[in-house]
Nanobody, 120 residues
């Protein structure tokens, strides 16, 4: 069973930085796509970024492109989301997700989420 545990959330001022971590366990992730999503109060969950586990190919949502960077450390089975230039509208619960396919279209596994709050 895949387990995803996020950490690194917190309170930060606008313009600041945070790095989220997602520790993955329970499987060999060689064919997986890993991703980050977020959900703000009263809004639907939205895609933030994804990364292919083997090739490391990445894709970021337009709303975070140039500010956020997804990466992974295969030896540690950990995925990261480096968030720079944070804005109040980035405030949300951030979730790590795993897709057993290389295409990032079937997010079968989810972490419990970590809160990110950006003050103005």
């Amino acid at each position: 069973q895949v387990q995803l545990v996020e950490s690194g959330g917190g309170l930060v001022q606008a313009g600041g930085s945070l790095r989220l971590s997602c520790a993955a366990s329970g499987r060999t992730f060689s064919s997986y796509t890993m991703g980050w999503f977020r959900q703000a109060p009263g809004k639907e969950r939205e895609f933030v970024a994804r990364i292919g586990w083997v090739r490391g190919n990445t894709y970021h949502a337009d709303s975070v492109k140039g500010r956020f960077t997804i990466s992974r450390d295969s030896a540690k089975n950990t995925v990261y989301l480096q968030m720079n230039g944070l804005k109040p509208e980035d405030t949300a619960v951030y979730y790590c997700a795993a897709d057993p396919t290389p295409w990032g279209a079937s997010w079968d596994y989810w972490g419990q989420g970590t809160q990110v709050t950006v003050s103005s």
